[in-house]
């Protein structure tokens, strides 16, 4: 088991590589946000590894600090400087992990407008190339109402974590 400083120079170290991490997966956010509002760019914000494996890497980097700050508490003496330090590792851990999570639902969010806005791109040019059939116009439609569905509930999820999460 190591000693209290070793898991306090443990979780500096996890603190700035989880604060760097999420500095790029923001950015990444930014650019995809960026991307959305631009109509011949919305297919390459479907392409979710980079995001997946960014996304991998910080929750397991936040799962790592949380255990070492575990294992802080563990290996204090009770002073009042150790509680402090250790508050100060668990309150960055909160803010890094509401942090990852906005930031999460924002890109989820990009790219469910991407797809929305593929798929009404889709249904226009299918239009236009074909006068179809009522049915294929119904069951076209009824594809656009649940893609639009899924963009709503997934506007209404982010409104409440930001309501329970801040």
């Known amino acids: 088991m190591l000693s209290f400083d070793q898991y306090r120079r443990e979780a500096r170290g ?7 991490k999420l500095a790029n997966y923001s950015k990444y956010s930014a650019s ?3 991307n959305s509002l631009r109509d011949d760019d919305s297919t390459s914000l479907l392409a979710n590894d980079v995001s997946s494996s960014m996304g991998a890497e910080i929750e397991q980097l936040i799962h790592k600090l949380g255990e070492v700050n575990d294992n ?12 402090n330090h250790i508050s100060n590792h668990r309150s ?11 930031v999460k639902t924002q890109i989820t969010s ?13 249904d226009i040019s299918q239009y236009k190339n074909t006068g179809g059939t009522r049915q294929d116009n119904l069951l076209r439609e009824r594809g656009s109402i649940h893609a639009s569905d899924r963009v709503a509930d997934s506007i ?3 409104s409440i974590l930001k309501i329970f999460f801040g």
């Open 110 to 122: 990009a790219r469910e407008h991407a797809e929305l806005l593929i798929s009404v791109r889709d």
């Open 72 to 83: 802080l508490t563990k290996t204090s003496d009770s002073s009042t400087l150790a509680v």
């Open 92 to 102: 960055k851990l909160h803010d890094f992990t509401n942090e990852f999570k906005r």
């Open 156 to 158: 209404i999820g982010y």
């Open 32 to 34: 995809l946000s960026q």
């Open 14 to 20: 996890l603190e700035n590589e989880i604060d760097s």
